[in-house]
């Protein structure tokens, strides 16, 4: 039962997340096109207009950081285009992590120091834009997040470095049609071996498939 419910987080707790955070990006990204509605409209514009100098209008700055909160908002519910929101991303970050240097006082007046609701804010966006992170990191190698780590065989039996290139492909066809984090655990593969495997393959496939072509095709 354990093993069933971990595989399910395994598979529905990322594009969860990735739902929620997205959600929330476009939702509080909305809010500041339009004026006084969201929280951190004031806190955002003196924010800008110090990093900018005082150059950009404030109310062009609140209109460009509505767009990009809704545009990785957007990136994050679609998943898609998670390359343009990575940088996106990390420009908020800059805008979020700047008002703890540029206005302390202001996230930090509450009794003893506490933190105000504006500065509550900032810390909560901290987390937001950190879970968007692992979420966009998720979306490179074709959603996957692996780690390099040689996993335990559940077979005492089977040591990888003794593989023949037979077993090695019949593992990568196996991995067509199983889970291959599953995959590597049982056998003791990382899955970056897997899938340096699984390319080799692929390419091998291809080379030979070239040189059919090159043998069969007519003199001209």
Same mark, same amino acid.
């Given at each position: 039962?354990?093993?069933?419910?971990?595989?399910?987080?395994?598979?529905?707790?990322?594009?969860?997340?990735?739902?929620?955070?997205?959600?929330?990006?476009? $939702?509080?990204?909305? *809010? +500041?096109?339009?004026?006084? &509605?969201?929280? @951190?409209?004031?806190?955002?514009?003196?924010? %800008?207009?110090?990093?900018?100098?005082?150059?950009?209008?404030?109310?062009?700055?609140?209109?460009g950081?509505a767009?990009?909160?809704?545009?990785i908002?957007?990136?994050?519910?679609?998943?898609?285009?998670?390359?343009?929101?990575?940088?996106?991303?990390?420009?908020?970050?800059?805008?979020?992590?700047?008002?703890?240097?540029?206005?302390?006082?202001?996230?930090?007046?509450?009794?003893?120091?506490?933190?105000?609701?504006? $500065?509550?804010?900032? *810390? +909560?966006?901290?987390?937001? &834009?950190?879970? @968007?992170?692992?979420?966009?990191?998720?979306? %490179?190698?074709?959603?996957?997040?692996?780690?390099?780590?040689?996993?335990?065989?559940?077979?005492?039996?089977?040591?990888?470095?003794?593989?023949s290139?037979?077993?090695?492909?019949?593992?990568?066809?196996?991995?067509?049609?199983?889970?291959?984090?599953?995959?590597c655990?049982?056998?003791?593969?990382?899955?970056?071996?897997?899938?340096?495997?699984?390319?080799?393959?692929?390419?091998?496939a291809?080379?030979?498939?070239?040189?059919?072509h090159?043998?069969?095709?007519?003199?001209?």
């Amino acid at each position: 039962m354990e093993s069933v419910l971990h595989g399910k987080l395994v598979e529905w707790s990322v594009p969860a997340l990735r739902i929620a955070v997205g959600a929330i990006f476009l $939702g509080f990204g909305a *809010l +500041k096109f339009f004026p006084d &509605v969201s929280p @951190a409209q004031d806190l955002s514009q003196d924010t %800008f207009d110090k990093l900018s100098f005082g150059l950009v209008p404030s109310g062009v700055a609140i209109i460009g950081i509505a767009t990009m909160e809704c545009f990785i908002g957007i990136c994050l519910l679609a998943n898609r285009w998670m390359r343009a929101a990575t940088w996106f991303l990390v420009f908020e970050l800059v805008g979020i992590l700047s008002p703890l240097v540029l206005l302390p006082g202001r996230l930090f007046d509450g009794p003893g120091g506490a933190p105000t609701l504006e $500065g509550q804010y900032v *810390l +909560k966006d901290i987390v937001l &834009v950190a879970a @968007a992170m692992v979420i966009v990191a998720g979306a %490179f190698r074709r959603g996957r997040m692996i780690r390099g780590e040689p996993r335990e065989s559940e077979d005492p039996g089977e040591n990888p470095a003794d593989f023949s290139a037979e077993r090695k492909l019949e593992l990568v066809m196996d991995g067509a049609g199983l889970n291959v984090e599953t995959l590597c655990r049982k056998h003791g593969i990382s899955e970056p071996e897997f899938y340096r495997w699984r390319d080799e393959a692929l390419r091998g496939a291809r080379d030979a498939l070239d040189e059919s072509h090159q043998a069969g095709a007519p003199d001209r």
